[in-house]
Every structure is written in structure tokens, then in C-alpha cells.
């Protein structure tokens, strides 16, 4: 009697565990910097609260071993082994539909997650602390299959786009390389979703110190449309511009500093133009230009935004193709001397990229223009600061045409291409290495400030130099 009893509390209890097992959804996940992933989450609802959160158990599935372990020691990025979760979760109800709110945590950020579940579908929004959206959820219910896709297949494709189009044209008999890609064949057979492929190819890609090396997923219904187009459907803001005058120390008139926040290159030559042209009709004596948040852009921006910080013809650096290491080897100076390689000032992307897919090497030059900025120049940068922006920062640097403050810029300075393989995926490969003048590389270097500063301190620096040199300006004057 006492058996039967037992049996049917455990049987009992059995059942109202998998009543409240969390129920498996099939996600559209969108970032900047990831795409449109399919993806798989967990979703429970309870009086008051909520699970949002990828499978569990999966983190040492995706991640090499080690990144799996210093996740687990040192953040809680990986909790429960999973690679994304909401915390202090919280609902509502508002007539027919569910309020969710909480913090998203993933190893690619937290942030704000606003959403609301309406019947069986969920939809949300990540946002940033500036309750700016940087990504999106839509979810349904899912009792299918996974794999969701053929990751094994789309790895081979990815391995060989990389081995045909990076600049390094040796690079499949790197000893590394061929390690990794060994790891990732492997973990493509064990993976479930877009996510956790995504996730397996980054953390094992980085460790060949290589930036500008990628996947990322696009929306298969616009695969005929090509990767920049549709990369750039994903920023809101495509110029991310701004500038004011803001106030100083003591004594310093709020007209004679200018604060530029350049947050992406991501514009167009013709925006940059269109807001420098309007800070040269009334130029402050000083301009703080603010690059800490700047992570890239086009080349095209980037070369219109230096115009006018040039007093004379400038050799911004080198672009080096796949040809010209199949020829050459390796960086030569003399050979970079003798080779006469063809030069661009243009700030058009088709014809830089079409100039590395058929020469040996670019060689960036920046024209001053007619009329261009003589004020100081301090120039705040971060470990943030990327790829476009580095070879700008040298260039300023190099010149003395700007005090650079903050911390070392991030090192990921190669010419990327987007190239389409199935899935919808696309492969981010550096097509071109870059030189600067003297023969550095940036890429894992980085650009060293002047002045070094913690995190959050920039602006503040800024300041403080300014009212020093305002102050000492007086001294002298007497």
C-alpha cells in the first residue's frame, strides 16, 4: 500500500515537472554584428516572471574547453551553460497581452530586454543603456528537428572561401589555422542552431590573431542582394554623427570648444562632407573629436573625414593584396618603393575594392582640401576604437595634428569582404593587409595615445589639457 502510494506521488511529481518544463521556441534573432540567426530558446512564464534563455548545457558544446572554463570562473556570461539569458525578470499584464522585462546577459553585451508574449508568439527588443535597439527577438513555439541546418556542409563552404580570398595566401598551411579549422569541422556536427554555430566559429577563429575574420548570418529571401546592401539595412543611423559646442573650465567661452562624436564611418563621404563643411563655416579654436565608440566603416568616410586634417599631401599607408604576397612574400620596403603602386584618394568603396581585387597593393593617399581645420585637435580613442578609425588616429598622431587620449586603440585594422555562402551565412575574410608609411602593421598593435587615461576619464582629460594650455596661453601673454 505504501509502495503504491510512493509511486503515484513520484509519478505525480513527475507530471507537474514536465508541465512547468520550460516550453522550446524557434527565435529570429537580429544584431548588428551577427544578423538574422535562427535560434533556439527556452521560454517559461510564472506569476510574475519569466525564463527567456538559450538551452542549457550547451556552453562546452560550442566553446573550446578553455573559453568554456574562464567563462565559467571569471564572468557569469555562461551560466548554466547557456549562451544568452534574461535576469531580473518581471511581467504584466496589458489586456490581452504579456509585459516581459528584464537584463539580457550573453557574452556579447548586456542589455535591456523589453518584449511582450501575445498568444504563443514573443517579440522583443534589446536595448542599450541609452535605450537605443541593438537587436531583436521574434519567437513561436517549435517541435521540429535540429540541427536546424547543415553546419557541417556550410563550414567546408566557409574554410574554403577563406583559403581562396584572405590576403594570406599560404594560410592553409598554418599549423593554427589548420587546427582550428579541424575544431570548428568537428563542432559543426554537435551544434543545434545559427547561434551556437556562430558562436563556435568566433571564439575558435580569434585565437589565429587575425581581425576582419567572421560569420555572420543574412535573411535567406534576400540572398540575391548583396552583403553590404543588406549589412547596411541594419543601421539606423547610418552616419552616427554628432557634434556641439560644449562648455570648458574656467575662463574658456563655450564657443571656443567643438565636440565631435563620431560613433561609425559607417555614412556616406557626401554626410561626412555635408557635417564638416558646416563645423569650417564657424570652426572653434579647439575640437575634441570623440572615436572611443567608433569600431569602423567604410574606407570612403574615413578618407573624407581627414581631407580636412591634412595640410599636404599625405601617404595614409599601404594596402597589400593577396598578389602581392604571392609575389613578394612579406612587406618590402624597397619593393613597396620600387612597385609604384597605384594610389587612391578617392573616397569611393567600389573603386578601392575593385583596385585590391586587381592589384598588387593600394597605396592611400589623403589630398588637403582647399580651406582645412588649423584649431587643436584632441582626439579621444578606447579599446573600442577599430578598424578605419586606427589609420586615422596614426595619421593625427604621426602629424601632430591631434593630442591622442584614452587607451590603446583595439588593433583590427585589414581590409573585410562579405562574401555569400549557403544558409544564408556570410563570411567576413580579410581580402588585404594594411601598412602604415613606416612599414607598421596595426592589426593586434593598435595605436598608443598620448595620454593615457581609465576608461570614462577621455572627456575629462580633454578638459584639463585644454584649460592647462588656456591658462599657461594667458600666463605667457602678460
Known amino acids: 500500500m505504501r509502495i503504491g502510494i510512493l509511486l503515484i506521488t513520484i509519478i505525480s511529481c513527475l507530471s507537474v515537472l514536465q508541465t512547468n518544463a520550460a516550453d522550446l521556441y524557434l527565435a529570429d534573432f537580429q544584431s548588428k554584428d551577427m544578423g538574422f540567426l535562427n535560434t533556439l ?73 523589453e518584449g511582450t508574449k501575445e498568444g504563443n508568439f514573443i517579440t522583443a527588443k534589446l536595448l542599450d543603456r541609452n535605450r537605443k535597439e541593438v537587436g531583436s527577438f521574434t519567437a513561436k513555439p517549435y517541435n521540429g528537428d535540429t540541427p536546424l541546418k547543415n553546419y557541417t556542409e556550410i563550414s567546408q563552404e566557409a574554410f574554403e572561401v577563406i583559403e581562396n580570398k584572405i ?44 581581425s576582419h575574420l567572421g560569420l555572420m548570418r543574412l535573411p535567406e529571401n534576400n540572398l540575391n542582394t548583396e552583403a553590404e546592401d543588406q549589412l547596411a539595412s541594419l543601421e539606423d543611423e547610418p552616419a552616427n554623427l554628432e557634434y556641439k559646442t560644449i562648455t570648458g573650465r574656467k575662463n574658456i567661452s563655450r564657443s571656443d570648444i567643438g565636440y565631435l562624436n563620431i560613433r561609425s564611418f559607417s555614412g556616406s563621404a557626401s554626410e561626412m562632407r555635408l557635417l564638416m563643411d558646416s563645423i569650417m563655416s564657424s570652426p572653434p579654436s579647439t575640437l575634441i573629436i570623440d ?55 578617392e573616397a569611393d568603396f567600389d573603386l578601392i575594392i575593385k583596385g585590391i581585387h586587381e592589384e598588387e597593393g593600394l597605396t592611400l593617399v589623403i589630398e588637403p582640401l582647399a ?22 588616429a596614426y595619421g593625427l598622431k604621426q602629424t601632430k595634428k591631434a593630442i591622442l587620449i584614452g587607451q590603446n586603440t583595439a588593433g ?48 575629462e582629460a580633454a578638459l584639463d589639457l585644454i584649460h592647462l594650455g588656456f591658462t599657461n596661453k594667458k600666463t605667457r601673454s602678460k
Open 412 to 459: 583590427a585594422m585589414l581590409n573585410g569582404e562579405y562574401f555569400s555562402i549557403s544558409g544564408g551565412f556570410t563570411v567576413i575574410v580579410p581580402t588585404a593587409d594594411y601598412y602604415t608609411v613606416s612599414g607598421e602593421r596595426l592589426d593586434q598593435v593598435g595605436v598608443v595615445p598620448d595620454h593615457v587615461t581609465e576608461s570614462g576619464k577621455e572627456l
Open 41 to 113: 530558446v527556452e521560454f517559461e512564464e510564472s506569476p510574475g516572471t519569466f525564463e527567456f534563455a538559450s538551452p542549457e548545457d550547451r556552453s562546452d558544446v560550442v566553446l573550446s574547453w578553455w573559453d568554456d572554463f574562464l567563462g565559467g570562473i571569471f564572468t557569469d556570461d555562461f551560466e548554466e551553460g547557456r549562451l544568452f539569458r534574461v535576469v531580473k525578470q518581471s511581467t504584466k499584464q496589458k489586456e490581452d497581452k504579456t509585459i516581459l522585462s528584464g537584463i539580457f546577459v550573453s557574452s556579447f553585451g548586456k542589455y535591456y530586454f
Open 371 to 392: 580651406k582645412t581645420y588649423q584649431g587643436k585637435v584632441y582626439l579621444l580613442i578606447s579599446g573600442r576604437t577599430a578598424s578605419t578609425c586606427e589609420p586615422i
Open 291 to 345: 572615436l572611443r565608440e567608433n569600431s569602423g566603416g567604410s574606407v570612403e568616410a574615413g578618407i573624407a573625414f581627414a581631407e580636412y586634417f591634412v595640410d599636404h599631401k599625405y601617404i595614409g599607408g599601404h594596402f597589400l593584396t593577396r598578389k602581392w604576397f604571392k609575389k613578394y612574400g612579406s612587406y618590402r620596403e624597397d619593393k613597396i618603393k620600387g612597385s609604384q603602386l597605384k594610389q587612391f584618394g
Open 167 to 210: 590576403y594570406d595566401y599560404k594560410i592553409d598551411q598554418n599549423s593554427d589555422y589548420q587546427d582550428i579549422k579541424e575544431e570548428v569541422t568537428a563542432t559543426a556536427t554537435e551544434v543545434h542552431d545559427d547561434l551556437e554555430f556562430v558562436f563556435a566559429f568566433f571564439y575558435r577563429m580569434r585565437d589565429l590573431g587575425i
